[in-house]
């Protein structure tokens, strides 16, 4: 029967929760580097026993683990994320212009088919490869040195490159999403980028339709539909059928529209799951009411599940990475949220129990399925 | 014989005990001792210092024989209980939130 893997990053160390392939008993081992944040653990597609893992600290700065053994050894591997040439200057806070400052990896998307290369993005926002495994990196700096770089600007949560997804069907075609500038697809392998949020409208810029400056919280993609792109913006669900060409809203009749985790089904393309939070100043569900809200068609029409999570006094946020789905069947998914709890459920999300209550908050939630 | 004390997060990363002893060149610095220290654990690279400008880390701080030295210049000579070993320089996280 296979199993399951779930990498857990939180405030305070990364966890791992293993299980059959029931879901049904888990067990979770860690902290693995306690006390650091660790914002995001994933593992390789080619090699499931490859793992990276960011580790990061205010004190001390940022540094990528990585396993062969599938989490049980861990080595620290490079760290040194250089900007490539001059780092150029962004739009800050208080509407000044301020150079770019390598502070922490938000995520890390090992390749689908070569276990040593690994993207990771970066805040303030790049993009960096590595091809050893990650003992060394290399930006790829046409995203940096974009034209529309000095109309980025940070979000809430700073300048942070969040989501990398790479085309199972073009190698040389990559999504990435940076907070607050938008979305961006390159189709040469990371040698020029387009920015990609013509449909978006966010009320919070001055042009709410603007090409850069849009506060992209995450996007999804099932790989069976490779030009199909969900996305969670600050406000407003959107789609996108054409790589990113036109979006057009979904959020139909959700109870609010913002969020941040988006994910997509792994067997039915057109069902789509958001945690939709009560607002951008009140980062708790609406009602105290943890739901997940599910859509079957694409978008427009949701509907919330609730069975199994707290309908009562919940409030707790879900982080843009923090939500995932396995690949059985019936698929499972899952979502960590700040209180600490990991929440999964192994029938497409109509029942839910926590499978573990009490850890540091979540910053990311990834999930393995071991043959 | 340098002695240099690490904060805890930086003993489990190196993996070292409660205390690293170094041997140094005359004159014994902070640039110096910081060097000789990153040379041993490559995994302190970055951790203490900027990897680019070789700045100390905000909330880095370096103590000796009761002293803060974190703001004297990398190239000032320690303090000579420090350079004979009689006291140990200090890395410290500093104290900020948790």
């Known amino acids: 029967m296979s199993s399951v893997r779930l990498l857990v990053g939180t405030r305070k160390g990364a966890f791992i929760l293993t299980a059959d392939g029931t879901r049904d008993k888990w ?27 960011s580790q990061s600290s205010g004190w001390f700065g940022q540094l990528i683990q990585r396993s062969d053994d599938g989490g049980r050894t861990w080595e620290p591997v490079g760290n040194d994320f250089a900007y490539d040439g001059e780092p150029g200057e962004h739009l800050f806070y208080d509407g000044t212009a301020r150079p770019f400052e390598f502070k922490r990896i938000w995520h890390l998307e090992p390749s689908r088919t070569d276990p040593d290369v690994v993207y990771a993005g970066g805040e303030d926002a790049a993009l960096f490869r590595s091809a050893d495994g990650g003992q060394n990196w290399q930006e790829l700096p046409a995203l940096r040195t974009h034209p529309s770089h000095p109309r980025w600007q940070p979000g809430a949560g ?25 979305a961006f697809r390159t189709d040469d392998a990371g040698a020029s980028w387009l920015p990609i949020n013509r449909g978006l409208r966010s009320g919070q810029i001055p042009d709410e339709d603007a090409e850069v400056g849009h506060c992209v919280h995450r996007l999804a993609m099932h790989p069976s539909r490779p030009d199909t792109l969900f996305m969670q913006k600050h406000w407003d669900v959107l789609r996108t059928d054409d790589a990113g060409g036109v979006w057009r809203e979904v959020s139909g009749d959700l109870p609010t529209d913002f969020g941040f985790p988006i994910a997509v089904h792994a067997h039915e393309p057109e069902t789509v799951y958001v945690v939709p ?22 978008g427009e029409a949701w509907e919330p599940l609730t069975s199994g999570l707290p309908q009562s006094d919940c409030y707790v946020n879900v982080l843009r990475d923090a939500m995932t789905v396995d690949t059985l ?43 | 014989m340098i002695r240099v004390v690490l904060p805890a997060h930086l003993k489990n990363l190196a993996r070292v005990g409660s205390e690293v002893r170094l041997e140094v060149g005359q004159p014994v610095t902070q640039r110096v001792v910081l060097d000789a220290l990153e040379e041993r654990y490559p995994v302190l ?54």
């Open chain 1, 27 to 53: 067990e979770v081992t860690g902290p693995f580097f306690g006390g650091w944040e660790m914002y995001h653990v994933n593992g390789s597609p080619a090699d499931p026993n490859r793992l990276y893992a």
């Open chain 1, 158 to 182: 700073g300048m942070c490159l969040h989501t990398i997804i790479l085309d199972p069907a073009d190698q040389d075609r990559m999504y990435v999403a940076i907070s607050a500038a938008g």
């Open chain 1, 277 to 298: 939070i009560t607002s951008d100043s009140l980062h708790y569900p609406p009602d105290g009411r943890l739901r997940v809200y599910r859509s079957r068609t694409g």
């Open chain 1, 329 to 371: 069947d019936p698929c499972g998914i899952y979502f960590g949220t700040t209180g600490g709890q990991v929440y999964g459920s192994a029938d497409g999300g109509d029942t839910w129990s926590a499978i573990v209550r009490d850890l540091p908050a979540v910053l990311s939630v990834e999930v393995q399925v071991l043959p």
């Open chain 2, 45 to 98: 690279r970055g951790t203490i210092r900027d990897r680019r400008t070789g700045q100390r880390r905000a909330f880095i701080r370096f103590y000796a024989c009761e002293e803060d030295l974190s703001n004297e210049p990398p190239d000032s000579p320690l303090p000579q209980r420090v350079v004979q070993g009689e006291e140990p320089f200090l890395v410290i996280g500093a104290m900020a939130g948790g």
